[in-house]
């Protein structure tokens, strides 16, 4: 059932895209075709076998190691904040503060040419993989480990050279993420008022 569910879902978002889109005759189903075996290739990969459960572990260890950095950071400036609720961090430490620490290290990354560097890879090895333009096929990775407001600061300088279609199609990306030090934060918050 479950399983029926994610395809039922899959199917509606395309229809959805599909419905909204102001150029339905050039819409690129092989592109469409490629992403949707990639995700179900990825799933697969990640969830079945050991070497793609070590980069989930590595991916999750180095998230965690960034939210100890923030928490420490936090501690040295705002130690008061960090047991005003309960004796515990509240959602303001523990989700958007660590967020202030995400972006500029990732700016620090773009002055020293690194994470542009990354972009120009990673988007090129998607875009030839999907025939889409390595922007876009490198922001929806952004997106789904930055989230949205972190992806919009970190990637001014390339928003600002593009089109209004182009940053019309980047926006409706953006509205469909939720970042990770969110999801992070409220899962430490349910684990620790549930157990």
Known sequence: MLIAINVLSILVFIGVAYLFSNDKKNVQW????????????????????????????????????????????????????????????????????????????????????????????????????????????????EMMFLGNTEVLAVSKNQLERMSARRNFTLAMMSMSCVTSAIIGSYTQWYQENTF
Not at 38 to 67: H, P, R, S
Not at 83 to 110: C, E, K, M, Q
Request: hydrophobic share 60%.
């Open 30 to 141: 092989k592109s469409v075709g490629i992403v949707l075996v990639l995700e179900v290739f990825l799933a697969w990969f990640f969830t079945q076998f050991k070497a793609g459960q070590i980069a989930v572990q590595g991916a999750a260890d180095g998230f965690n190691w960034l939210v100890d950095v923030a928490s420490e950071g936090i501690a040295f400036a705002l130690p008061d904040w960090l047991t005003a609720n309960n004796g515990g961090p509240n959602f303001v430490t523990s989700a958007l503060l660590p967020i202030l620490l995400v972006v500029p290290l990732f700016d620090i990354l773009t002055y020293f040419g690194i994470l542009p560097w990354i972009i120009k890879w990673i988007g090129k090895a998607l875009t030839f993989i999907t025939g889409q333009p390595k922007f876009e096929a490198f922001f929806s990775i």
